[in-house]
């Protein structure tokens, strides 16, 4: 019976540590916690040596200086951030995930993107 008791505390001690780092929805890259306090992040979650990933690299850099100051926007590279791929659930590349101000995820997208649907993502979610 004692030994039962003990398998249990451990488990719910487990499930609980679990919760909270699941709960948890800042992910550190780098310098960077994602997703950016206070302001609309877009993460593309991808590798370099992807073809859809390379494809948006352009258009990524494009963005990040247009909308420097008013959204985040990051490439993770998940040959080097594994951990990340866990963090986002990731299942195929590129992933591009949308947060809100608050840090809530308010849109996922799989496959490449295009500008033009990114800022039209990021001009939903009141960038302008």
Do not use: N, W
Not at 41 to 70: F, H
Request: glycine content about 6%; overall charge positive; aromatic content about 8%.
């Amino acid at each position: 019976m004692r030994v039962k008791r003990v398998t249990m505390t451990m488990t719910l001690i487990i499930s609980i540590l679990f919760l909270v780092i699941a709960a948890s929805p800042a992910f550190s890259a780098g310098q960077k916690e994602i997703p950016v306090k206070g302001m609309v992040t877009m993460v593309d979650l991808g590798a370099a040596s992807c073809i859809p990933c390379k494809m948006m690299e352009p258009i990524l850099e494009r963005l990040e200086k247009s909308y420097r100051g008013k959204a985040a926007i990051i490439f993770i590279d998940l040959r080097y951030e594994r951990e990340a791929a866990r963090h986002f659930g990731i299942r195929a590349i590129p992933t591009q995930v949308f947060f809100d101000k608050t840090g809530k995820e308010v849109y996922r997208h799989i496959g490449f993107m295009s500008e033009k649907d990114i800022v039209a993502q990021l001009r939903a979610m009141g960038v302008q």
